[in-house]
Each structure stands twice: as C-alpha cells, then as structure tokens.
T-cell receptor, first 113, second 114 residues
Framework: GDSVTQMEGPVTLSEEAFLTINCTYT??????LFWYVQYPGEGLQLLLK?????DKGSNKGFEATYRKETTSFHLEKGSVQVSDSAVYFC????????????FGKGTLLTVNP | ETGVTQTPRHLVMGMTNKKSLKCEQH?????MYWYKQSAKKPLELMFV???????ENNSVPSRFSPECPNSSHLFLHLHTLQPEDSALYLC?????????????FGSGTRLTVV
C-alpha cells in the first residue's frame, strides 16, 4: 500500500539556518504530494502541495519539488525563523487510494533565536 | 479559522461518561474524516465518510461511534472510553473527487479520559 517516510526528528536549528526535511514515498499510480504544518495546540494546516512530477510547491519561503525518479518531496527553507517551530508532516493522496491522505510520522522542528 | 470547526476544543470525561465531538464545515466538501493524534504516534485515520456514507472504518473500537447526518456535519460519539483514548481528535474535509487539493483540518478536540 501507499506509505510515506520522513526523517526522524527532532530537528533543532538556529534562526536563519537552512532547513531540509527529507520525505520519500511509496505509491501506485501518480499521487499528489503535500506538506502540512502543525503549530502547538492547533490542527494541521496545508503548507504546500504538488500534483505532478517536477512540480514545485512553495509557500511562506518553504519549497518542495516532486521528484518522481527518486520518489521524494523534500521540504526546504533558506532561512528559518523562530515562528517556524512546529511539527511538519509529509503526505500523499491518490496513488492507490481514492481520496485518502497517507501521512508520515511528522518531524518536530525547533528554531532557537 | 480554517473553514472546519470542531467543538469542544477541550474535553475531560470519566470512563463511564458519554460525550460527543462535533465537526462542521461549510466549504461544500463531500468527504469528511476523523483522525486520532496521540503523543509520539503517527496520525491514525479512524473513519471516512463520503456523501454521508461511511466508506472506511479502520478497525476502531466500538466505544467510538461516528455519525454523519449530512455532508456538512460529522459527530464522534464516545462512551466507556479508556485512559489510552486520551488524544487530540482531528476532523478534516475534502472535495470528494478532487483529492489533489488535500484536506482542510479543524483545530481538533483535546480529549482527556480520567
């Protein structure tokens, strides 16, 4: 079945550091890929998405490129801020499931001033 | 406000109580979902409703009983829960056939079973 593997956390960075959170997937067909963010005490919010190979999703300085050849969708940001501290979830939909989202386990990011 | 509203935000209940969680969306979505988020565990899909019909039950214990009276409302009825059921319960919705847009989540109900 479909699955998502993302790097284990926690990740701790200083403000203005470069961020990469790795995400790889296994799916049948052609899934759509997502990054969600969860701030403390809140639900999940869609951060960015990509629906086909080589698409780049971007939002709030974050970027991720849909790489079909490596089945990856790594999240990057050039300069993180304290306010980026949150849990980040990689997810896919479609593929072998009609409309179900399959999530990774989440990566906790802490950014220190 | 995301467009998906969950109430209450926090709930403390005893193991013999009966309570209900409510989720409401007015986004015109036709699919709704319940997820359980426990500390240090992946998100667990519990139930899926599509056009008010339950299409998935992920082996959830019968002490959790979902209800979807229409495409805009979803309930999770709780009875005789266990302490390990304490978690954040998240509701989400999506357009039924446009899965590439992903889900819209509510802020969740933080449930504590004592």
């Amino acid at each position: 079945g479909d699955s998502v593997t993302q790097m284990e956390g926690p990740v701790t960075l200083s403000e203005e550091a470069f961020l990469t959170i790795n995400c790889t997937y296994t799916a049948t067909g052609y899934p759509s890929l997502f990054w969600y963010v969860q701030y403390p005490g809140e639900g999940l919010q869609l951060l960015l998405k990509a629906t086909k190979a080589d698409d780049k999703g971007s939002n709030k300085g974050f970027e991720a490129t849909y790489r079909k050849e490596t089945t990856s969708f790594h999240l990057e940001k050039g300069s993180v801020q304290v306010s980026d501290s949150a849990v980040y979830f990689c997810a896919l939909s479609g593929g072998g499931s009609n409309y179900k989202l399959t999530f990774g386990k989440g990566t906790l990011l802490t950014v220190n001033p | 406000e995301t467009g998906v509203t969950q109430t209450p935000r926090h709930l403390v209940m005893g193991m013999t109580n009966k309570k209900s969680l409510k989720c409401e969306q007015h986004l015109g979505h036709n699919a709704m979902y319940w997820y359980k988020q426990s500390a240090k565990k992946p998100l667990e899909l519990m139930f899926v409703y599509n056009f008010k019909e339950q299409t998935e039950n992920n082996s959830v214990p019968s002490r959790f009983s979902p209800e979807c009276p229409n495409s805009s409302h979803l309930f999770l009825h709780l009875h005789t829960l266990q302490p390990e059921d304490s978690a954040l319960y998240l509701c989400a919705s999506s357009p039924e056939s446009t899965v590439s847009y992903g889900y819209t989540f509510g802020s969740g109900t933080r449930l504590t079973v004592v």
